[in-house]
C-alpha cells in the first residue's frame, strides 16, 4: 500500500510541475543573426561570449540559468515537454520576427508551425515588450529545432516552462516507465494549473469581463 502511495506521488508531480529556463540572445552585430535553436545535431557549440577568436563582435546566448550547450546536449538523452515560451524584447519592436518551431516525426517527415510573437503579447502590460507563447506537444529533442532572428543590436531574453521526460525504474525489477517528475538541475517548477492560468488566452477574457463590467 505504501509503494501504490508513492508511486501515485511520484506520478502526481510528474503531471502537475513544470520548470524553467531561461537564455539571453545578443546580437551585439550589425546584422540580423537567425539562429536554429535547441539543435542536437549542430556540428559546433553556440558561441557564449560577445567576441570570436578575431576580436570580431558575433552572436552569443548570455547570462542563463543553466549553460545553454549543456542544455541542449543534454536534450538529446532527456527530452523535454515545452510549454510555453516568453519572449522580453528591448522594446516592442523586437517582438516582429516569427518563430518556426520545426520537427522531424517517426517516418522522417517534416512538421513545421509558425507562432508570431507580436500576436501573442500581454494585456496587462503597457510596454508591449512581452510576448507568451502557449504550446501543445512540442518536445525538444534530437527531431526538434526553433529557427529564429535576433535583430541586429539587440538582446532578447528568453524564458522556456517545460517538463523533462526521462525513463525510471518506479519498483525494483519494473520495466522502465516514462514521466516528467524530475526538473532540470537547479530549476524552479511550476504547476500545471499556474500555466493554465495564466496563458494569454485567458488573459484577454479576463480584460474582456472586466472591460464589460465597467461599461454597465
Keep these: 500500500m505504501e509503494n501504490k502511495n508513492n508511486i ?21 552585430t550589425n546584422n540580423d543573426a537567425t539562429l536554429l535553436l535547441f539543435n542536437t545535431n549542430a556540428t559546433t557549440p553556440m558561441p557564449t561570449t560577445p567576441f570570436g577568436e578575431a576580436g570580431e563582435p558575433q552572436f552569443y546566448i548570455a547570462d542563463g540559468t543553466t549553460e545553454y550547450n549543456s542544455f541542449v546536449a543534454d536534450n538529446a538523452g532527456n527530452p523535454k515537454q515545452l510549454q510555453r515560451i516568453k519572449i522580453i524584447g528591448e522594446e516592442a519592436s523586437n517582438l516582429s ?10 517516418t522522417g517527415q517534416s512538421c513545421d508551425f509558425v507562432e508570431f510573437p507580436d500576436n501573442k503579447v500581454f494585456v496587462n502590460q503597457f510596454q508591449g515588450q512581452i510576448a507568451q507563447i502557449d504550446l501543445e506537444d512540442y518536445t525538444l529533442d534530437g527531431n526538434a529545432v526553433i529557427q529564429y532572428t535576433v535583430p541586429a543590436n539587440t538582446t532578447i531574453k528568453w524564458l522556456l516552462y517545460y517538463k523533462e521526460i526521462v525513463k525510471r525504474s518506479l519498483l525494483p525489477g519494473a520495466k522502465e516507465s516514462t514521466f516528467g517528475d524530475l526538473p532540470y538541475i537547479g530549476s524552479p517548477t511550476y504547476t500545471e494549473q499556474r500555466l493554465k492560468d495564466t496563458t494569454v488566452e485567458n488573459q484577454w477574457l479576463d480584460f474582456l469581463e472586466v472591460t464589460k463590467q465597467i461599461s454597465k
Design 97 to 106: 520576427n516569427s518563430l518556426k518551431l520545426m520537427r522531424k516525426s517517426a
Design 8 to 28: 501515485q506521488k511520484l506520478y502526481s508531480k510528474a503531471i502537475l510541475e513544470y520548470s524553467l529556463v531561461q537564455f539571453k540572445l545578443a546580437n551585439p
